[in-house]
């Protein structure tokens, strides 16, 4: 019978060792590749940006009466961001994604005034998420989208990394700007895409208190030298209204050149005779590769029932002329901006001297830094 002499046990005790080892490495090494798998497709980014507005023919502080009480304010165009008078900030913009080959998320948090008057239809009061959806890439065709994303609706967006101008256009500002649901994106061909959604009322991005839905679609197509898309919502967007909303809208822009570029955003927005209805046009020329000017030129209309902003049948015309100096990731934007209303019961603008205008006339420069 064979013995276990103290050279044997201490060869067992040693592979024990060896074994429990190879284990801790092989499981520490299977954990490394997951988190560097995860981290590879992971990614951060991002915009800050800050600017200084001042009006040429309005008021840039409050003026008070005798007894101290302010009688009126500082004035700017009633279209959203880039309103305050002065130096001001716009917000700072972080977006977290993840990318895997089938499953994916992005949580995109904003802060500061831009962000809280895009999410200004949140039930909580320091609500600081502009996205937060997850989706899955059913297949090379199909992709479902499940959460809050911003609307596909119109030309200009949210973060002003992304918008030409810096302030923003009348549709803009009064089309919706988010939506909580499910959405389906179909890849039709390599040119042509279609979207189909179910979502809460517009903006009410959180949850929905109303029990009742609106209905989104799209038809896209693309190619190397630009884009068109046609969009359509219907459905509850103002439930205490008990009335749907119909708004059609087409966003398209082309390269027709290296340095020459033009878009173009009309929509149409009605519920129960209110509304809206405008046009745009967006061309810009790319002087240098690091200078680029551009004009937006907006025509906005309210319905015969009432608008949103001015009231019914008024008028808005907005000339925008914005520069984009890019030095870097940082990019400058001057801009001069002139604002004329007409149909309205009264000036809805005043001057320096404190009389009723019809027009405003104002400059900004903003600083957006993109990472």
Same mark, same amino acid.
């Given at each position: 019978?064979?013995?276990?002499?103290?050279?044997?046990?201490?060869?067992?005790?040693?592979?024990?060792?060896?074994?429990?080892?190879?284990?801790?490495?092989?499981?520490?090494?299977?954990?490394?590749?997951? &988190?560097?798998?995860?981290?590879?497709?992971?990614?951060?980014?991002?915009?800050?940006? $800050?600017?200084?507005?001042?009006?040429?023919?309005?008021?840039?502080?409050?003026?008070?009466?005798?007894?101290?009480?302010?009688? &009126?304010?500082?004035?700017?165009?009633?279209?959203?961001?880039?309103?305050?008078?002065?130096?001001?900030?716009?917000?700072?913009?972080?977006?977290?994604?993840?990318?895997?080959?089938?499953?994916?998320?992005?949580?995109? #948090?904003?802060?500061?005034?831009?962000?809280?008057?895009?999410?200004?239809?949140?039930?909580?009061?320091?609500?600081?998420?502009?996205?937060?959806?997850?989706?899955?890439?059913?297949?090379?065709?199909?992709?479902?989208?499940?959460?809050?994303?911003? +609307?596909? %609706?119109?030309?200009?967006?949210?973060?002003?990394?992304?918008?030409?101008?810096?302030? +923003?256009?009348?549709?803009?500002?009064?089309? @919706?700007?988010?939506?909580?649901?499910?959405?389906?994106?179909?890849?039709?061909?390599?040119?042509?895409?279609?979207?189909?959604?179910?979502?809460?009322?517009?903006?009410? +991005?959180?949850?929905?208190?109303?029990?009742?839905?609106?209905?989104?679609?799209?038809?896209?197509?693309? +190619?190397?030298?630009?884009?068109?898309?046609?969009?359509?919502?219907?459905?509850?967007?103002?439930?205490?209204?008990?009335?749907? $909303?119909?708004?059609?809208?087409?966003?398209?822009?082309?390269?027709? $050149?290296?340095?020459?570029?033009?878009?173009?955003?009309? $929509?149409?927005?009605?519920?129960?005779?209110?509304?809206?209805?405008?046009?745009?046009?967006?061309?810009?020329?790319?002087?240098?590769?690091?200078?680029?000017?551009?004009?937006?030129?907006?025509?906005?209309?309210? #319905?015969?029932?009432?608008? @949103?902003?001015?009231?019914?049948?008024?008028?808005?015309?907005?000339?925008? #002329?914005?520069?984009?100096?890019?030095?870097?990731? %940082?990019?400058?934007?001057?801009?001069?901006?002139?604002?004329?209303?007409?149909?309205?019961?009264?000036?809805?603008?005043?001057?320096?001297? #404190?009389?009723?205008?019809?027009? %405003?006339?104002?400059?900004? %420069?903003?600083?957006?830094?993109?990472?």
């Amino acid at each position: 019978m064979k013995k276990f002499t103290t050279a044997n046990i201490q060869k067992i005790f040693l592979l024990g060792i060896s074994f429990v080892i190879g284990s801790n490495l092989q499981a520490q090494e299977a954990e490394t590749a997951e &988190v560097e798998s995860f981290m590879s497709n992971f990614s951060i980014s991002g915009s800050v940006d $800050t600017y200084f507005r001042s009006n040429f023919n309005g008021l840039n502080k409050f003026e008070y009466n005798d007894a101290g009480e302010p009688i &009126v304010g500082p004035q700017a165009p009633p279209s959203s961001f880039a309103n305050d008078p002065g130096f001001a900030i716009g917000m700072a913009n972080v977006i977290l994604g993840y990318e895997g080959e089938k499953v994916g998320f992005v949580a995109d #948090l904003v802060f500061g005034p831009r962000g809280e008057d895009a999410v200004f239809a949140s039930a909580a009061p320091n609500n600081i998420v502009n996205q937060l959806y997850a989706y899955w890439n059913v297949s090379d065709a199909v992709t479902l989208t499940l959460g809050n994303f911003n +609307t596909f %609706l119109g030309y200009e967006v949210i973060s002003p990394a992304a918008n030409f101008n810096y302030s +923003t256009s009348y549709m803009f500002s009064y089309g @919706p700007f988010s939506h909580t649901g499910i959405k389906a994106d179909f890849a039709i061909d390599d040119n042509w895409s279609a979207m189909l959604a179910i979502m809460n009322p517009t903006d009410w +991005t959180e949850f929905n208190p109303y029990g009742k839905y609106s209905f989104g679609g799209q038809l896209g197509y693309s +190619t190397g030298n630009g884009s068109a898309f046609l969009n359509l919502i219907y459905g509850e967007q103002m439930p205490l209204l008990d009335e749907a $909303t119909f708004q059609i809208d087409l966003t398209t822009g082309w390269d027709f $050149t290296e340095a020459f570029y033009l878009g173009l955003n009309t $929509t149409y927005n009605t519920t129960d005779g209110a509304g809206f209805y405008g046009a745009a046009l967006y061309p810009q020329i790319q002087t240098s590769d690091s200078f680029a000017i551009g004009i937006r030129a907006e025509y906005f209309k309210e #319905l015969e029932n009432g608008g @949103p902003v001015y009231g019914a049948d008024a008028e808005a015309l907005d000339f925008t #002329l914005t520069g984009n100096y890019s030095i870097g990731k %940082l990019t400058i934007k001057p801009e001069l901006r002139l604002d004329r209303v007409s149909n309205t019961p009264s000036s809805v603008f005043i001057n320096s001297d #404190l009389e009723g205008t019809d027009n %405003l006339s104002s400059f900004v %420069l903003a600083a957006v830094y993109s990472f």
